[in-house]
């Protein structure tokens, strides 16, 4: 196991004083930052019983010890990891586009799931030390578990360290929040990220990852999956001064069957980083995802207005509750379009000085 070159400085930390470790950790930042990896290998280290591994100069676990050996199997009888139904069996972290394709009624952690955790729990170690249970992401449980695990939280049996993953930390109960200690992920500087992506055989890092907020795993995983052609094909339809919204919308269509992995998930989310740069390029003259396309948006800006930008961006919030399984699917394309071509009007015809 290991850790990225952005999380070194956080490894670090975390293992200056592992006596004193919380019972509790919730470890969230965005999507792509490989915070369950990071958990895993921290798991590992604190398992670890290699004689060399305090002195390892990065502190790793050492990999071949019997921990670690059991790690590697999946057979450690002090780790859990718990997931919803649908994670992979490799438990990788999954992205948005593979978290939207999620069915109705699959990618929960439920009850039983945490109940299940009672005999590992309470009836003791059985290398005499530290239990240690993940749970990724968090805030997939449903109320009914939230609650089971909040009742471990209150007393926690001794030697048992949770470590909860999540990417929306603020969707967690409150009082589950009040019980763990928060470790923050952030993004690592531009040029890092870019090495690491270079170093991966990704092209045009540099875009790719202002598109994804700056996640290195998120824009190594569009390049895997073909996204950012998809992605800029989705746009181009937003950027060429549309008029039609039929005519939009039978591009979009297009484009949804041609490109597997590119569903209606992915298409409101282009076109809410679209608005999103537009209002920033509208009050403050800055882009965060779009530089490459920035003639384009200041092509478009002086035809909106700032309440139009935010109202548009609202109505996108809302019907994100609906994309998964929309009634009509060309209605859906045909409405979001009309929503757009409505929202380029509406800085005409405006007195001096209102926005």
Known sequence: MNI????????????????????AMIMTG?????????????????????????????????GHCTSCTWLASGNHPDFRLVQPED???????????????????????KVEQIRGLNDFIFIGSHAGGRR???????????????????????????????????????????TIRSRCRKIIFGCPNQQLAQQWLAAEGVKSPSELLQLV???????????EQ?????????????????????AMAAKWSSLLKAEQGFGLPQLVEATQKWLFDLLLLKTVGELRYHEAWRKKLEGL???????GLMSCYQDLLKIRA???????????????????LRLLTSGRNKKPGVI
């Not at 609906?322 to 757009?340: M, S």
Request: glycine share 6%; with cysteine; net charge negative.
């Open 4 to 23: 990225f070159e952005w999380q070194k400085p956080l490894w670090r930390q975390l293992l200056s004083d592992t006596e004193n470790m919380p019972h």
């Open 30 to 62: 965005p999507e792509g930052l490989g915070k369950l990896a990071f958990a895993r290998t921290f798991a590992a280290r604190l398992l670890c019983q290699g004689h060399d591994a305090a002195n390892h100069s990065d502190r790793l676990p050492c």
């Open 87 to 109: 994670e992979d069996e490799e438990g990788n972290e999954q992205s948005p586009p593979a978290a939207s394709l999620r069915k109705s009624g699959q990618g929960t952690i």
């Open 132 to 174: 240690i249970a993940i749970l990724s992401p968090a805030e997939a449980m449903n109320s009914a578990a939230a609650n089971a695990l909040l009742k471990v939280l209150e007393e926690p049996p001794v030697g048992v360290y949770f470590i909860l993953i999540t990417s929306a930390w603020m969707h967690l109960l409150p």
């Open 213 to 223: 907020g700056g996640a290195p795993l998120q824009a190594a995983n569009w390049a």
């Open 226 to 246: 073909g996204r950012l052609d998809a992605y800029q094909k989705a746009i181009e339809t937003l950027a060429d001064n549309p008029d039609d919204p039929v």
């Open 301 to 307: 800006v002086a035809r909106v207005s700032t309440v």
């Open 322 to 340: 609906v994309v998964r399984h929309p009634l009509n699917t060309q209605l859906f394309l045909e409405d979001l379009a009309t929503r757009y």
